[in-house]
């Protein structure tokens, strides 16, 4: 499941919001219909308003939904782009290598640090040029 992403969450829990979409009716006191867009045609409509934000001054956490290839079961892949950094911790008895990777559809604040190894065998076209910065 590494590299997926769930409608909503992306990974280590962190918050994500796609939108902005219309309420179109009010269904109780804590619950709206929103008009979401055909590519969200499996979401169910209704949403409790805990789930909604009235306005989000930090446009990094949302997400646009023309830019994201949603499966059947509302998740989607989060894709890495470019390595930005390496960086090796020493333990007492070895040493562990971390490389910061910029994923697809983020900004280079939300870059994420991942195991070098890890990364190799899952992406190795990213690791082709040679040019890893230290």
Same mark, same amino acid.
């Given at each position: 499941?590494?590299?997926?992403?769930?409608?909503?969450?992306?990974?280590?829990?962190?918050?994500?919001? =796609?939108? #902005?979409?219309?309420?179109?009716?009010?269904? /109780?006191?804590?619950? +709206? *219909?929103?008009?979401?867009? @055909?590519? $969200?045609?499996?979401?169910?409509?209704?949403?409790?308003?805990?789930?909604?934000?009235?306005?989000?001054?930090?446009?990094?956490? =949302?997400? #646009?939904?023309?830019?994201?290839?949603?499966? /059947?079961?509302?998740? +989607? *892949?989060?894709?890495?782009? @470019?390595? $930005?950094?390496?960086?090796?911790?020493?333990?007492?008895?070895?040493?562990?290598?971390?490389?910061?990777?910029?994923?697809?559809?983020?900004?280079?604040?939300?870059?994420?640090?991942?195991?070098?190894?890890?990364?190799?065998?899952?992406?190795?076209?990213?690791?082709?040029?040679?040019?890893?910065?230290?």
């Amino acid at each position: 499941m590494k590299g997926v992403m769930r409608f909503g969450k992306k990974g280590k829990l962190s918050p994500r919001y =796609i939108g #902005p979409y219309r309420k179109s009716k009010r269904i /109780d006191n804590v619950a +709206y *219909e929103l008009e979401l867009p @055909q590519e $969200l045609a499996a979401v169910h409509l209704v949403f409790h308003i805990s789930m909604l934000k009235k306005c989000m001054d930090d446009q990094s956490l =949302i997400i #646009p939904t023309e830019d994201i290839d949603f499966k /059947d079961s509302l998740s +989607y *892949e989060e894709i890495p782009v @470019q390595i $930005l950094d390496r960086q090796v911790r020493k333990l007492r008895t070895k040493e562990v290598a971390s490389v910061k990777v910029l994923w697809k559809n983020q900004f280079i604040e939300k870059a994420t640090w991942e195991d070098e190894e890890d990364m190799k065998k899952i992406y190795p076209h990213l690791f082709e040029c040679g040019e890893i910065p230290n």
